[in-house]
Structures are given as structure tokens and as C-alpha cells.
């Protein structure tokens, strides 16, 4: 047995978020030259069951074995179950946890490879109305180019984890990865907490409330932003009544 590429397949699963769920299994039928096998693994996540099934298959002669792709089953009744399948090339590829994410219908940034190898950086998120021949869900991509800065898209908005760089790269490592990320907002002296996901696709974020249903995006106001406001609609009101009503109302306040 290669036991360098059988340590190459265990740091691979262990990146990938499976840690060491089957690496004993795995080195058996590497040890028994097995060409082909699949192995199961399972995690919860957010008290939903997801089930992996890990696809590896032996190149020429069986000294090398590669971990080609993983089939993803979510759990949310035998009614509306949801299957997709996530490849992987050179031991990179979404993780477990981004896997479950994407499924959520969040979108996930990665680091990918084009077709000459060189790599670029893309938003991924599954396109719930367009299925590839294998039943799979075709994965829609948003590179550089596309425009999107999450970063620039939640700055200003009053959050307070955006207020330290530990925070900032806390919360911005956490939307990448697909998450829905619960944040702090001060209202009227008081903190309200909210949940916000990476929206890649209109160039902004989906907010949530604490029962993750989801709210308007104008909540994420700041509290000094909101008051202006109000404060320029009240002069402009005032502004466009007439001398004798705007007199009259200054008698009845007092």
C-alpha cells in the first residue's frame, strides 16, 4: 500500500470537514487493493441529519487511489429530502459544512482552478431551477468580475462585529464559508441581534430575524443614518407649509 497517498487522503478528508470517520475502512480496502468503494459518513448541522456517501477509485495498476466526489443526502423529512453531488479535484473542494450550506440555498466562496489550472476566486450557489442530466443542480458562479463585495456591502451598516479587524475577519470568514451569521446592531441604545448570509447574485446580503425568517434589508440602517432621515423628511415638511398653517401648528405645540 502507498501509505503517502493514504496520508494525502486522510489530511484531504480532514480538511473537507469528514475528519476521521473513515479512515479506518479506507486504509482496509486501500491495504486489499479494492479498485473501487464507497464509504458513508454523517454529520448534524443546525439539528439536521446530512448523510455523505465518499466515492474513491484506483488509478492504474491500484497504487494510487483518488477521492473523486461525495454524494450529499439532506435531511428534512422522507418528503423533502435533498440530494446533490460535490466533486473534488486534487483533494480540494467544497467542505462538509459548505455542502450543507450550499443546499440551505446560501452561497459559498471558494478558491478554483480554470481549465490551464490557474486559480481565481468565485462565489457558488445552486441554481434550484436548472438540473444537469445527472439530476444534480447546476452551480452558478460569480467570479471577481461579477462585481460583488461583501465587504463593502455590510460596512457602515452599524454592525457591531465589523467594529474591531478580529471581528470583521470573524464574520467575513464565516459568510464565506455560507453561514448564516448572526450579528449585533444598536438600536435607540440597545443591541438587536439579526442573522445575515453572503447574496452574491444581487449584490448584497439576506437578513434574518432570530427565528431565521427573513426580514427586510433596510433594518441594517444605522441608528445615526435613520435619524437623519427622519430629521431631513421633518424640515422638508415643514418647509413646504404654508406661513399661516405652519404658525398655527407652532401655537397648538405650545
Do not use: C
Request: charged letters at 30%; zero cysteines.
Amino acid at each position: 500500500m502507498n501509505t503517502q497517498n493514504l496520508e494525502f487522503l486522510k489530511k484531504s478528508l480532514l480538511n473537507l470537514g469528514f475528519g476521521e470517520q473513515v479512515n479506518e475502512q479506507l486504509e482496509k480496502n486501500m491495504d486489499n487493493k479494492i479498485p473501487e468503494f464507497s464509504l458513508p459518513a454523517r454529520h448534524e448541522f443546525n439539528q439536521q441529519k446530512v448523510d455523505y456517501t465518499l466515492h474513491f477509485k484506483a488509478g492504474e495498476n491500484l497504487e494510487m487511489y483518488f477521492f473523486n466526489k461525495f454524494d450529499t443526502t439532506l435531511h428534512k423529512g422522507k418528503e423533502k429530502e435533498q440530494h446533490q453531488t460535490f466533486y473534488i479535484t486534487k483533494g480540494n473542494g467544497v467542505t462538509a459544512k459548505e455542502a450543507f450550506n450550499l443546499m440551505e440555498g446560501r452561497a459559498v466562496h471558494k478558491q478554483l482552478f480554470n481549465k490551464d489550472g490557474e486559480k481565481y476566486q468565485a462565489w457558488l450557489q445552486l441554481d434550484n431551477g436548472n438540473l444537469a442530466q445527472n439530476g444534480n443542480k447546476e452551480i452558478k458562479r460569480f467570479n471577481e468580475n461579477y462585481g460583488y463585495d461583501l465587504e463593502e456591502v455590510i460596512s457602515g451598516k452599524g454592525i457591531k462585529e465589523m467594529g474591531t479587524a478580529e471581528g470583521q475577519d470573524s464574520l467575513m470568514r464565516s459568510l464565506k464559508k455560507g453561514n448564516a451569521q448572526q450579528i449585533t446592531v444598536e438600536r435607540n441604545g440597545e443591541e438587536k441581534k439579526y442573522f445575515i448570509a453572503a447574496s452574491p447574485q444581487f449584490k448584497t446580503v439576506d437578513l434574518y430575524n432570530h427565528q431565521m425568517k427573513k426580514i427586510k434589508r433596510e433594518e441594517l440602517l444605522q441608528p445615526e443614518q435613520q435619524q437623519n432621515k427622519k430629521q431631513k423628511q421633518t424640515q422638508q415638511q415643514k418647509e413646504e407649509l404654508p406661513g399661516k398653517k405652519q404658525s398655527r401648528k407652532s401655537k397648538l405645540i405650545v
